[in-house]
């Protein structure tokens, strides 16, 4: 690797960890305060505003186990590994939730398992603990991620920037669909400000737009013709409603705010886009899913993840343990 795509990485890493800090707590409008440029801002899109609250939350799902191994095994391996577990546990009633997913065919380190233990039986969950080659057993979990919009009472409510006025406020409500890409406007109206005021076209006046980086969007997909973007590598759908487009626009709007190249630059506008559908119409996911997607992206060795998801729960171990794996 030579020494500009590492200072794109480093440069680009950076970038993202100051861009999620806002995008969990607020969208981001910029308004143009220089009274000498009258020119229309293909951008700037100002008119009612609002807040937008991004919550998180999880639940246990009720007689449903990730079983995490210590390596990654073929899925025959797992079975034998868990029913040895098993075997003379008095538990009978349990079966492996088969997945399928584009990770499917590829080792895994994890299994789901649907396991209930008869009355006065309370060893199950502590065999399957006990062998040698099982690393952690956890209740799986769903996860739910809201939206919330907020009128603003006062509109005076701005951070001030050098020619710039930052707005804690979103115009409407973007992440609905809105007929046929349903975040234009928010792509529109956002990434080239963004990258305004973290002066990125400092790296892109150096060359460094992203090209040769793989990046995963982990979010509610992508629509494959969007005009906005040129290089989507993969598209993958982890969840149970098998499709690969963004019903519900979030995921359309991460995409841009990284990769767009038409009308308002992302960030990294030549960036090989992946695109990782985790989370359904209603923004629900399962900790399950999220783990077949870090494995496939391990696989297809991606440079960059971008989980703007308004968690994690830090008590889902396999989700933090995998975070952990993909960062060493």
């Known amino acids: 690797m030579n020494f500009n795509s590492t200072l794109f990485i480093f440069n680009f890493k950076l970038i993202f960890v100051f861009l999620l800090l806002f995008m969990i707590h607020i969208e981001i409008v910029s308004t143009d305060t220089d009274n000498n440029n009258t020119q229309s801002n293909p951008c700037d899109d100002n008119e009612s505003e609002q807040n937008i609250k991004v919550s ?59 396991l209930y233990e008869p009355e006065g039986v309370r060893n199950g969950l502590d065999r399957l603990k006990d062998h040698p080659s099982i690393r952690r057993v956890t209740p799986q979990r769903i996860v739910h991620r809201s939206l919330q919009y907020i009128s603003i009472p006062d509109p005076n409510d701005t951070v001030s920037w050098p020619q710039r006025t930052l707005s804690t406020t979103s115009k409407n409500q973007f992440w609905q669909s809105t007929g046929r890409h349903t975040s234009r406007r928010l792509l529109r109206a956002i990434p080239r400000q963004i990258t305004t005021i973290l002066q990125a076209d400092a790296l892109w006046g150096m060359g460094i737009t992203g090209s040769g980086v793989k990046v995963a969007v982990f979010d509610t997909g992508l629509s494959k013709t969007h005009p906005h973007f040129k290089h989507i590598a993969e598209r993958t759908d982890w969840t149970n409603e098998k499709t690969l487009e963004d019903g519900l626009g979030h995921g359309t709007f991460v995409a841009g705010v990284i990769a767009s190249n038409k009308d308002c630059l992302g960030f990294a506008p030549d960036s090989e886009l992946h695109v990782y559908r985790v989370f359904t119409n209603n923004q629900v996911s399962y900790t399950s899913w999220f783990l077949d997607a870090f494995n496939y992206a391990i696989l297809k060795r991606i440079n960059v993840l971008n989980l703007s998801i308004g968690g994690p729960d830090f008590m889902d171990y396999p989700f933090v343990d995998k975070v952990w794996e993909l960062t060493a």
């Open 56 to 114: 998180f939350s999880s639940y246990i799902v009720q007689n449903e186990y990730i079983v995490g191994f210590k390596s990654y095994y073929k899925s025959r391996t797992r079975e034998k590994f868990i029913s040895a577990a098993l075997n003379g546990s008095g538990v009978h009633n349990w079966h492996i939730v088969k997945r399928n997913n584009a990770a499917s065919d590829y080792p895994s380190d994890f299994d789901v398992v649907v």
